[in-house]
């Protein structure tokens, strides 16, 4: 549809007014004209549309339309998820109004409207993901009446017929051209070979059947054999694994692109591995009994889990773990639930390390990649995990070692509520100089998290569990938990990592000192 | 100390500056335009404007005149300076604009005011806002999106973008990237004026964010020394790029700010005011020294396309000046109210317009971008023997002749 558009708008412009052709109105485009791919050249094959009969197509009974497209709300933005609609099918919108929060690569943002128009159809449902800059997602007419057009309007994907088949002829073409001639040769060479011909092929492993000849009597030449390694064209042995996608691919009969199936095995040729192809086939019926569901991974997972990688691999990790008594912090909650304050053990946790740190210098540190040293970091910054649907996110307490514990509280819950909504600023989770990463709430006893870079140290905090102790000769109980520190071998060593957990033990144990 | 439980310091910061927000948002709403008294008698409107604001010389009537054909004019180019910056904004948002780009949308009056009161041979020198001032000099719209783009249609071959648009012939000198630094050049444009004695105007135009900076004053104190006929033009549009005009000019009254110089504020998005204000300020001008016009105006997009514009004003205040004071609605209802033209006139006009930014836009997209070898040309090339002395005189360079 797209390339139909541009066909008719140069019928337009060079008409120099609105045709009407042959009594039914085309879509027009205003500045969405301008919102195409800008990947495509002004040369960009102008006479293919130019002559064809593409643009005597129309649509019937449809006003002219704005079409509004993806916008690029940054400059490295390439595609992104439309994440909520402000506006509603038949709703007025004016220049200014917010149509749309979309997620670009960095954060969410707000799409403003900039031309007058009542929404005519929402193109793409809420949530849609990797919409490509210029991709059309709603279309505008100018008047209400015209609205009611649009009700069952099909967006591009189906709707364009002319578009697909005119591209999928080609493409059919293109790949049926290069299928025809692997399988024409298959079989039919002349065994007559040159020595150079075969020791070339001997060398490479492509079998004889999969190159084309291009000599006299169908005699292979060392040409042939030459251009059928810069091809890539590669022995079926190769094909093999795994076995059932591929040939369940040849048998069954594919109605979407008739030429991929007899072309799988030499259409290996230009991709490099066969693999790849089964792997690209996953719009595939799944052979049956193989139940599964592939969940799309978000944005944000897929950077945590890049970096998350990243972090393991290159910072040597080391581990130290201490059992913190919880007696007293319980003490200190129940205290200030008298007062109407309410504060959780973590906010307790948090408290005790900024305390810790402020004490021991050396563990608020972060390792400098480019000088290659540790660095302090500027002030008592301590990042907390919080579980969110999209991922882990860490929001950041600032300068945590003076703040007040009910403060600390209070920052802690709303930026997590923060987080979850997806509302965080950049600045509020950028940075940072400790983490902390509480699962007590979850059962956990003891677990090691993985650093986040740049910092030196993430602390995994345990849940609590009653522990028997001798207490002046007589039995009694506690409640510890254990916390183990990950920390980055290069900035902490035992020293520092047991100075800091001495000091974070008796800060927890010495609560009221804690708070205020 | 319990009481500690109380706002994050950020909130509460926030807040303080909501509070400032509405108070700017109210005294912005407080001035909106005057579309009561006006009388019309065949093709010819009077109406009256917002009153100005003076500083030391006597306010020009507030009572204006305008044909019907002259009101069509500037509604024409009003709303094909609006469309066309709107169009700007989504050929960025396609990345088909990359780089740098400073919307006028919202401030439209302001130059069409200026042309409709001054001449081509005043001259006319601006900051990198300057889209709408160079098709108001007689640049088409197309060489403006053709630059924007970068293509050899472009006003400057492709090779200026979006803040060097420049039209000598119409003695509009740019189109300046550097904050504040077209205004010295202005006064001496003024000098030129005078030294020629061509009995022209010169125009600096400057924003709010860069009324404090230094060079300003000392263009203000040299052209009031030597008379020069300058009008300094400080468009106020109340944020410079995030900054709030009161947060960042301890005296956010520009139009006083020349001190001996007279001064003028005036509504800037009323194109009838800004007319008027423009054609006194230029017999003023030529007559006896320069002088500082303050526009009241607005823009409603961020300070450049990577600016939201949302994150120190709201949204409600940007909506408000668009219901209450937009230019181009302002001149549309004194058309259609007051019976001068039927409303198809009108939407014919603004179909038009929308062809007109379709066609430059097809053609810029079709235009080439310039050729490698434009690399060495348009820039000094020949050292011409020049010596360039080092610390001292003793050390002197000869560059090739």
């Given at each position: 549809m797209r390339r139909s558009l541009q066909a008719l708008r140069r019928r337009w412009i060079a008409a120099g007014e609105f045709s009407q052709l042959g009594?039914?109105?085309?879509?027009?485009?205003?500045?969405?004209?301008?919102?195409?791919?800008?990947?495509?050249?002004?040369?960009?094959?102008?006479?293919?549309?130019?002559?064809?009969?593409?643009?005597?197509?129309?649509?019937?009974?449809?006003?002219?339309?704005?079409?509004?497209?993806?916008?690029?709300?940054?400059?490295?933005?390439?595609?992104?998820?439309?994440?909520?609609?402000?506006?509603?099918?038949?709703?007025?919108?004016?220049?200014?109004?917010?149509?749309?929060?979309?997620?670009?690569?960095?954060?969410?943002?707000?799409?403003?409207?900039?031309?007058?128009?009542?929404?005519?159809?929402l193109l793409v449902p809420e949530g849609a993901k990797d919409l490509a800059v210029g991709s059309p997602v709603a279309l505008l007419v100018e008047e209400e009446d015209q609205v009611a057009a649009f009700k069952d309007y099909v967006p591009t994907a189906g709707g364009a017929p002319a578009a697909v088949p005119a591209a999928e002829p080609e493409a059919a073409a293109a790949a049926g051209a290069g299928a025809d001639e692997p399988a024409a040769a298959a079989g039919q060479h002349n065994s007559r070979m040159g020595p150079a011909a075969r020791s070339l092929l001997a060398e490479s492993g492509i079998p004889a059947g999969l190159v084309t000849p291009t000599g006299p009597r169908s005699i292979i030449t060392k040409g042939d054999v030459l251009a059928a390694i810069a091809a890539g064209v590669k022995a079926p042995a190769a094909a093999?694994?795994?076995?059932?996608?591929?040939?369940?691919?040849?048998?069954?009969?594919?109605?979407?692109?008739?030429?991929?199936?007899?072309?799988?095995?030499?259409?290996?040729?230009?991709?490099?591995?066969?693999?790849?192809?089964?792997?690209?086939?996953?719009?595939?019926?799944?052979?049956?009994?193989?139940?599964?569901?592939?969940?799309?991974?978000?944005?944000?997972?897929?950077?945590?889990?890049?970096r998350l990688l990243e972090s393991k691999q290159t910072i040597p990790h080391l581990y130290v773990s201490a059992d913190v008594d919880l007696d007293g912090v319980s003490a200190l909650r129940a205290a200030l639930k008298q007062q109407g304050v309410k504060v959780s053990v973590n906010d307790c946790v948090?408290?005790?390390?900024?305390?810790?740190?402020?004490?021991?210098?050396?563990?608020?540190?972060?390792?400098?990649?480019?000088?290659?040293?540790?660095?302090?970091?500027?002030?008592?910054?301590?990042?907390?995990?919080?579980?969110?649907?999209?991922?882990?996110?860490?929001?950041?307490?600032?300068?945590?070692?003076?703040?007040?514990l009910p403060q600390i509280a209070a920052e802690v819950r709303e930026l997590a509520g923060r987080a979850r909504a997806g509302r965080l600023r950049p600045e509020e989770f950028q940075g940072g100089s400790f983490s902390i990463s509480n699962l007590g709430m979850f059962g956990v006893d003891e677990f090691s998290a993985i650093i986040n870079p740049p910092q030196a140290c993430i602390m995994a905090v345990g849940g609590s569990r009653q522990v028997a102790y001798m207490k002046e000769g007589l039995p009694a109980s506690k409640a510890q938990m254990t916390v183990t520190l990950s920390a980055d071998n290069r900035v902490y060593d035992g020293e520092v990592a047991s100075a800091f957990l001495s000091a974070f033990s008796r800060h927890m144990g010495n609560p009221f000192r804690m708070y205020g | 100390m319990l009481a500690a439980v109380s706002s994050h310091a950020a909130g509460a910061a926030r807040q303080a500056l909501g509070g400032s927000l509405t108070l700017a948002a109210a005294g912005l709403q407080r001035r909106g335009l005057a579309a009561s008294?006006?009388?019309?008698?065949?093709?010819?409107?009077?109406?009256?404007?917002?009153?100005?604001?003076?500083?030391?010389?006597?306010?020009?009537?507030t009572t204006v005149t305008a044909t019907k054909d002259e009101l069509m004019s500037y509604f024409k180019q009003l709303y094909r300076l609006r469309r066309m910056e709107i169009s700007a904004d989504m050929l960025y948002k396609a990345k088909a604009i990359r780089g740098f780009c400073h919307l006028y949308d919202g401030q439209e009056a302001v130059i069409v005011g200026l042309e409709a009161a001054l001449e081509k041979s005043d001259s006319i020198i601006t900051s990198y806002r300057n889209h709408a001032t160079h098709v108001a000099r007689g640049g088409t719209v197309a060489e403006v999106i053709g630059e924007l783009m970068g293509r050899t249609t472009g006003a400057s071959k492709g090779k200026g973008g979006?803040?060097?648009?420049?039209?000598?012939?119409?003695?509009?000198?740019?189109?300046?990237?550097?904050?504040?630094?077209?205004?010295?050049?202005?006064?001496?444009?003024?000098?030129?004026?005078?030294?020629?004695?061509?009995?022209?105007?010169?125009?600096?135009?400057?924003?709010?964010?860069?009324?404090?900076?230094?060079?300003?004053?000392?263009?203000?104190?040299?052209?009031?020394?030597?008379?020069?006929?300058c009008i300094f033009v400080c468009e106020n549009n109340h944020y410079g790029m995030g900054t709030a005009e009161w947060r960042a000019a301890k005296s956010p009254a520009f139009y006083t700010r020349g001190d001996y110089m007279p001064g003028m504020k005036v509504d800037g998005m009323d194109v009838l005011a800004v007319r008027q204000a423009f054609a006194y300020a230029k017999k003023y001008a030529v007559a006896n020294g320069p002088i500082v016009l303050e526009m009241d105006?607005?823009?409603?997009?961020?300070?450049?396309?990577?600016?939201?514009?949302?994150?120190?004003?709201?949204?409600?205040?940007?909506?408000?000046?668009?219901?209450?004071?937009?230019?181009?609605?302002?001149?549309?209802?004194?058309?259609?109210?007051?019976?001068?033209?039927?409303?198809?006139?009108?939407?014919?006009?603004e179909k038009d317009t929308k062809k007109e930014i379709d066609a430059a836009i097809e053609a810029s997209k079709a235009a080439p971008f310039p050729d490698m070898k434009e690399l060495w040309t348009n820039i000094y090339a020949a050292p011409l023997g020049m010596q360039l002395r080092g610390i001292d005189s003793t050390h002197v360079e000869t560059l090739a002749a």
């Open positions: 009594g039914c109105r085309s879509l027009q485009t205003f500045a969405g004209t301008a919102l195409l791919r800008p990947t495509e050249a002004a040369s960009h094959r102008p006479a293919f549309w130019a002559g064809s009969s593409l643009a005597a197509r129309c649509y019937s009974s449809l006003p002219p339309t704005t079409e509004l497209c993806m916008p690029a709300l940054s400059p490295t933005m390439s595609s992104g998820n439309l994440v909520a609609w402000h506006v509603k099918e038949g709703q007025l919108v004016a220049p200014g109004d917010v149509i749309a929060d979309v997620e670009t690569d960095k954060a969410t943002l707000s799409w403003e409207n900039q031309d007058d128009g009542y929404v005519a159809k093999a694994p795994p076995p059932p996608p591929p040939q369940q691919q040849q048998k069954q009969p594919e109605a979407a692109a008739p030429s991929r199936p007899a072309a799988s095995p030499p259409a290996a040729a230009p991709q490099p591995a066969a693999a790849k192809q089964a792997a690209a086939a996953p719009p595939q019926p799944a052979p049956a009994g193989a139940g599964y569901t592939d969940i799309p991974n978000s944005q944000i997972r897929k950077i945590i889990a890049q948090i408290k005790a390390a900024a305390l810790a740190l402020a004490e021991v210098p050396a563990a608020n540190a972060l390792w400098d990649a480019a000088a290659e040293a540790p660095k302090a970091a500027g002030g008592v910054d301590i990042a907390v995990a919080v579980a969110t649907d999209t991922g882990l996110i860490t929001p950041i307490i600032r300068g945590a070692d003076a703040k007040p | 008294a006006v009388t019309v008698e065949g093709d010819t409107l009077t109406v009256e404007v917002n009153p100005y604001k003076v500083h030391r010389i006597e306010a020009p009537p979006s803040m060097h648009m420049y039209r000598r012939e119409a003695n509009f000198f740019g189109g300046q990237g550097i904050v504040g630094a077209q205004v010295p050049l202005g006064a001496g444009l003024a000098l030129a004026h005078q030294y020629s004695d061509t009995g022209g105007v010169a125009v600096a135009m400057y924003g709010d964010g860069a009324a404090n900076q230094g060079q300003i004053f000392e263009s203000f104190n040299m052209a009031a020394l030597w008379d020069l006929p105006t607005y823009r409603y997009h961020g300070h450049s396309m990577s600016d939201p514009g949302s994150t120190y004003r709201t949204r409600d205040e940007i909506s408000s000046i668009r219901q209450q004071r937009d230019p181009v609605e302002h001149v549309r209802k004194l058309l259609l109210d007051n019976g001068l033209v039927e409303a198809s006139v009108i939407k014919g006009i």
